[in-house]
């Protein structure tokens, strides 16, 4: 069965494309949660302007990714934080902390699910810090936390 899709579905396609599905599939699961609809003239020209809807507000967010990557990429962010004589953080600098440095360091707004740690900063120092700002746009960013007096 020929279903649209109404949302990006994993495994199965993005929004707008002409999936061909198990019947089962789609009358039990895809329609009835409003994932897709079953495919028709009107339906395929809807997917169309659907798809073009996406590609071009992908293309935004991306240029969006972009600029905000070329302001981050020399930045060197300095984040206050507790810490012990022996530089150990009483706490840890996480996305949030981070997020708040950019916005008053570099004056860019970015989601604290942009930032990519392995496990939060718990010593005092230099360190590099991955921002996924989009699928295509990724910039490693030095932060410099520093202990408060």
């Known amino acids: 069965m020929k279903v649209v899709l109404r949302a990006d ?14 019947a089962g599939y789609a009358r039990n699961y895809l329609v009835p949660k409003g994932l897709a609809l079953k495919s028709s003239a009107g339906a395929e020209r809807q997917a169309e ?12 967010d ?16 300095a984040v ?10 009483y706490g840890s ?8 440095a950019v916005e008053s360091q570099v004056g860019a707004v970015v ?10 900063i718990r010593e005092t120092g230099s360190h590099t810090v991955l921002f ?11 932060v410099e936390v520093t202990a408060l007096d």
């Open 132 to 142: 996924r700002l989009h699928d295509d746009v990724e910039v490693p960013v030095t």
């Open 111 to 120: 989601d604290s699910k942009a930032v990519v740690l392995e496990a939060p």
């Open 49 to 60: 302007a659907m798809r073009r809807s996406a590609a071009l507000r992908r293309a935004a």
């Open 9 to 22: 579905v994993d495994g199965l396609g993005r929004k707008g494309d002409v999936c061909d599905v198990a």
């Open 62 to 77: 991306r240029a969006a990714a972009t600029e905000i990557a070329v302001r981050l990429a020399p930045a060197v962010l």
């Open 93 to 100: 600098v996480g996305p949030v902390e981070i997020v708040a």
């Open 80 to 89: 206050p934080a507790r810490a012990a004589e022996s530089g150990h953080l």
